[in-house]
């Protein structure tokens, strides 16, 4: 495994969050406390105890109220009109090597993220498998929100990111969690410089529904999968959790006082 000082952590950090609202307000996402700390700590937490120091957060929204020693900040000065691909590059300068990215508004156990690292793979996704049992709970009709995954025999992805109807379209959910090192970052960057390059104003090589700079992680994953470069589904069953509105907040509140958020997330791990 390889867990040196090669290893670099980037967290996506820039977001408003205004389905969290009004608990985001004042604040980002990623500094909204659920139970006893922030989902930024909790995050950092995690990568400091499988020795990842170099960790970088990109802020956007209310980027003076992230507060973290030994943590690198770099800013997307355009987060209000631009999205997560845009933002991880914003961190260009630190995909080298061997780089773990991370949304800023989940929290995952170690185990999730040993899996991830203990993975050779030159480009490495995290999904859940059990993933329908945690949308079941969180949305009435879970193919709101759901996107279409799958992958071949081998577990590389080929397709991810489609709102689908059906729910046998979906083999799993992305979790904001993966992995990119030696060609698989070579072809991360050229992949997107290339695209970038060829996209205008009214066209969007990557989804012709969105500007290009608006463009969501999934467009660039689901890409990539397209021009054939391997993306290694690297499966976990529960272990993380997603804080995206205030009735997920408000649902994980519930679930910890009641002694049942551990089927989906252990607070103790």
Not at 200 to 216: A, D, M, Q, V
Request: charged letters at 30%; aromatic letters at 12%.
């Amino acid at each position: 495994m390889k867990r040196n000082n090669d290893m670099n952590a980037i967290i996506l950090a820039a977001g408003k969050g205004e389905r969290l609202r009004p608990l985001t307000n004042k604040i980002p996402k990623c500094m909204v406390k659920l139970f006893d700390k922030t989902i930024l700590k909790y995050q950092i937490d995690v990568f400091r105890s499988c020795k990842i120091n170099d960790i970088t957060v990109v802020t956007g929204y209310e980027a003076d109220k992230i507060k973290m020693e030994g943590v690198n900040f770099l800013h997307n000065q355009n987060y209000d009109t631009t999205n997560m691909v845009e933002t991880l590059f914003c961190a260009e300068e630190e995909l080298e090597e061997s780089v773990i990215i991370s949304y800023g508004d989940i929290i995952f156990e170690k185990y999730v993220l040993e899996k991830l690292l203990d993975s050779k793979h030159e480009s490495s996704i995290m999904i859940d498998k059990n993933w329908l049992k945690y949308w079941q709970i969180r949305f009435k009709n879970p193919l709101d929100d759901a996107e279409s995954l799958s992958y071949d025999e081998n577990n590389f992805l080929t397709d991810i990111g489609r709102k689908v109807e059906n729910i046998d379209e979906i083999s799993g959910q992305y979790i904001g969690l993966m992995k990119f090192q030696g060609n698989g970052l070579k072809f991360l960057k050229n992949f997107y410089h290339e695209f970038k390059s060829s996209s205008t104003e009214k066209y969007n090589p990557l989804n012709p529904n969105i500007e290009f700079k608006k463009s969501y992680m999934t467009d660039l994953l689901n890409g990539l999968c397209k021009k054939n470069v391997k993306l290694q589904a690297i499966f976990i069953e529960n272990g993380w959790l997603e804080l995206d509105t205030l009735d997920d907040f408000e649902l994980y509140q519930k679930m910890q006082s009641s002694n049942a958020l551990s089927i989906f997330y252990n607070i103790n791990n």
